[in-house]
């Protein structure tokens, strides 16, 4: 078979560097020519022809027709080896294959659509299979369905939509008037530790200038190699990001030489200016805190970030945390993450399993952060908090490495009972939950989990934490919960002794009751005998 023609046809405005990696992507695809028609050629940068040339693509003025054409929205920005994939499954098949929208795929259309109404980034069309150009990667979607034709999902594709799922934009990051405060969690005001200081009359150490310049988040994100297909996804939902104020630590976690050949091939897909702040560890240590304290060593951000490499966040998740600094700078940022059932499907062997929903994203976790709840169990996933930089630079907390479970519970409740919390309900990532084979979860058995909570529980017991304003009232509700539940036990346990009283009660009249129904039958008895032997 001869490598097909394709024609990459992109509606609406795309910033530069979304353009730039549409036209490498289009570069990487096995084709006889591949063509470039930008529906909107006004805001096209002036580098655009030289990014077609060293991708050999055409760009043209005009629609072409080609073997597969492909729609799609310049404004998006598709994963390194999508368009690949999408443009090999349309010429194979000759029918018509469309992309799914991360993180929302399953949530966009609401809770009860199905799947196939998840809405669609791009699609590729067989010559022959669909509408001429003018249409909207959506709009020729459902003119196809409307028609009859099939429109088939392709699962190995995962895609990055810079919008929510309600088609508004995602916020960009607030200004600061100055440089934003960082250091020791007692020089900040906002940290109960620097307030505790103040009500016990004490001086407050002072904040000694850090002259180097840090981003706002050190991204640290661990990978053993296995689920490329994963990690391609969470590059590129980083590469999606509104506000690009974060770096990214990559720890490659005991990886063999062409696995770690692998992941570097795919950091080098992703936008120039993603890989100029991505720095790839090498870690041999074994335990799976071991790559993430080498991470935090090498982070120079204002915060630290855990960001797994089969997790999923939204466009404005730099941005959300960078609005919660605003309002508290130096505590821990908090946002909200929904759960997602997920179970996996190879596509490829070589890059590992891709994670197919298996149902609608919803919420599981708590808006607003509680440090009472976490005292009893994890309510926050690993992507939704950043900690401070003063937590692990100033303070030299880290990561448990004695643990093999509930790691990222740990540290963030120790961070917390120091530097504080500022929440945001915004939810910023999708936390997906394996349903087979995959994940943390089908690594340990049961006893294993119970064995790591306990060890948790037992940590938080020897330290000192300081509670937030407002705890207090949550301690209050909690224990007039429990008088409450214990009232209510003594309540129903009154009931059942009068219940208990009451039968016996009626088990003692009921026995003299059948007694004296049995007195009565017998004196019937003898009365009808009598009346028989008069007759």
């Known amino acids: 078979m ?27 695809v096995v084709a006889s020519s591949r063509s470039l028609h930008l529906v909107d050629r006004t805001a096209a940068p002036a580098e655009l022809a030289e990014w077609c040339r060293l991708a050999a693509v055409d760009l043209t003025d005009d629609p072409r027709a080609a073997d597969v054409r492909v729609l799609a929205s310049a404004a998006d920005l598709a994963a390194p080896r999508s368009l690949q994939r999408l443009v090999a499954a349309a010429a194979r098949s000759g029918t018509a294959h469309e992309t799914r929208v991360l993180p929302f795929a399953a949530t966009a259309a609401g809770p009860d659509a199905e799947p196939s109404a998840a809405p669609v980034l791009c699609v590729a069309l067989p010559a022959g299979a669909g509408p001429d150009g003018g249409r909207s ?25 810079d919008r929510r799922p309600d088609g508004s934009a995602a916020p960009v990051e607030p200004g600061h008037a100055g440089p934003p405060p960082y250091g ?46 994963c990690l391609e996804e969470t590059l ?11 770096e990214l ?17 795919l950091v080098g897909e992703m936008p120039a200016w993603l890989r100029e702040r991505t720095r790839v560890l090498e870690v041999e240590r074994p335990g799976r805190s071991a790559p993430l304290n080498d991470a935090l060593e090498a982070a120079r951000g204002r915060y630290a970030v855990m960001l797994d490499d089969d ?46 929903e298996v149902g609608p ?19 926050s996933p690993p992507m939704t908090f950043a900690v401070p930089r003063g937590v692990f630079a100033d303070l030299g907390h880290r990561f448990d490495e004695a643990l093999d479970t509930t790691e990222d519970w740990e540290f963030l409740v120790r961070a917390a009972a120091v530097a504080g919390v500022t929440s945001t309900p915004a939810v910023t990532a999708v936390y997906r939950v394996w349903t087979d084979g995959e994940g943390s979860r089908h690594l340990h058995d049961a006893d294993h989990w119970a064995a790591g909570r306990a060890a948790v529980l037992a940590t938080i ?8 304003p407002g705890a207090a009232q949550d301690v209050r509700d909690l224990r007039q919960a429990l008088l409450d539940e214990r009232a209510e036990k003594f309540r129903f346990a009154g009931l059942n002794e009068q219940a208990a009283r009451d039968l016996v009660t009626v088990n003692e009249a009921v026995v003299a009751l059948r007694e004296r129904i049995a007195e009565l039958e017998e004196r019937l008895r003898k009365q009808r005998q009598r009346n028989r032997q008069r007759e």
């Open 2 to 28: 001869t490598d097909p023609t394709v024609a990459l046809h992109l509606s609406g405005r795309g910033s530069p560097d979304r353009l730039r990696a549409w036209v490498e992507a289009l570069g990487r």
């Open 137 to 161: 990667a959506a709009e020729a979607v459902t003119a196809l369905r409307s028609a009859g034709s099939d429109v088939r999902r392709l699962v190995s594709a995962a895609v990055f939509a």
């Open 184 to 229: 020791h969690p007692a020089s900040l005001p906002a940290t109960p530790l620097h307030q505790l200081l103040l009500r016990t009359g004490l001086t407050p150490p002072e904040l000694p200038p850090d002259l180097e310049q840090r981003p706002l988040l050190t991204v640290l994100t661990r990978t053993q190699g296995t689920r490329l297909q």
């Open 236 to 246: 590129t939902c980083l590469a999606g990001q509104s506000s690009r104020d974060f």
């Open 249 to 265: 630590v990559l720890a490659c976690h005991r990886l063999a030489p062409e696995a770690l050949d692998a992941v570097r091939v």
């Open 311 to 356: 997790d999923a966040v939204t466009a404005d998740w730099v941005a959300a945390f960078a609005e919660a600094e605003a309002q508290g700078p130096g505590t821990v940022l908090r946002s909200v993450a929904l759960a997602q059932e997920v179970r996996p499907e190879t596509v490829d062997a070589a890059a590992g399993p891709a994670p197919v």
């Open 361 to 379: 994203a919803h919420p599981v976790w708590p808006a607003l952060f509680s440090l009472v709840d976490h005292l009893h169990d994890n309510e």
């Open 461 to 468: 017991d020897r330290e000192v934490a300081l509670l937030p």
